[in-house]
């Protein structure tokens, strides 16, 4: 990530819309879903903020095509919590549980780091070093573009394709390894390549 972000002093992060509006007590305990300022008990004040002291740099949402803003808080350099952006006209600083849990895109223990493999006709899963997973893939590439390439369609004109395969980008894509994706899959004669980058 760009070394852009900016330290919290106070941590108030609440959203900035209507704010003169905000500083009637009714009013502004109402706008702020009864979190804001004005719903600080004097404890809570004295505590301070848990952000307090840490690194906040703005991000996108990874999950979907809302493409929420978010503020990923980091301690020297260590990802300590991600919560959503209060400037961003689309989400004005609320998440989706989804988008809530993106920290664990990293930081969770249970999350599969092993390339799992269930053989045709086989019923259980198999661990495989992520070398020989990729040697497999690319053989079954090759043998289905030379198994499904067409040189002409069926009105007899030159088309050089094969439909034998596509490409879906998943979310978590990103801009730049959609490009190349996608260069590589024309390269090698497919038509469908879609992506849903943004980030
Ligand atoms: S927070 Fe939820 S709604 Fe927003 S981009 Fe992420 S997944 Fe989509």
């Given amino acids: 990530m760009e070394d852009s972000g900016r330290i919290v002093e106070n941590g108030s992060n609440r959203p900035r819309t209507f704010s003169r509006l905000r500083r009637l007590p009714v009013v ?13 008990s004097k ?20 999950y979907c095509s809302v493409g929420c803003s978010q503020l990923v808080y980091t301690r020297h ?9 209060p ?5 004005q ?13 990293i930081q969770q223990p249970g999350r599969l780091t092993k390339v799992r493999y269930r053989r045709p ?7 495989l070093e992520l070398e020989q997973a990729m040697d497999m893939i690319a053989e ?3 043998r289905a573009r030379e198994d499904h390439w067409q040189e002409r369609d069926e ?42 980058a943004r980030i």
Avoid at 94 to 105: D, E, F, M, N, V
């Fill in 93 to 105: 600083g609320t998440l989706c549980p989804k988008g809530s849990a993106s920290r664990q895109l």
């Fill in 77 to 85: 350099g260590e990802l300590v919590d991600i919560e959503g952006n």
């Fill in 28 to 40: 502004g305990r109402a706008a702020d879903w009864g979190l804001g300022p004005r719903a600080v």
């Fill in 155 to 196: 009105r007899g004109r030159r088309v050089d394709r094969t439909l034998g395969f596509a490409h879906l980008g998943g979310a978590t894509l990103d801009n730049e390894e959609n490009y190349l994706i996608k260069k590589l899959f024309t390269a090698m004669g497919a038509v469908q390549i879609e992506n849903q």
């Fill in 121 to 127: 006709g086989g019923t259980e899963w198999e661990e």
């Fill in 43 to 62: 404890n809570t004040r004295q505590a301070g903020p848990r952000i307090a002291g840490l690194k906040a740099d703005v991000s996108v949402c990874p």
């Fill in 87 to 91: 400037d961003s006209p689309i989400n």
């Fill in 140 to 142: 079954r590439l090759i």
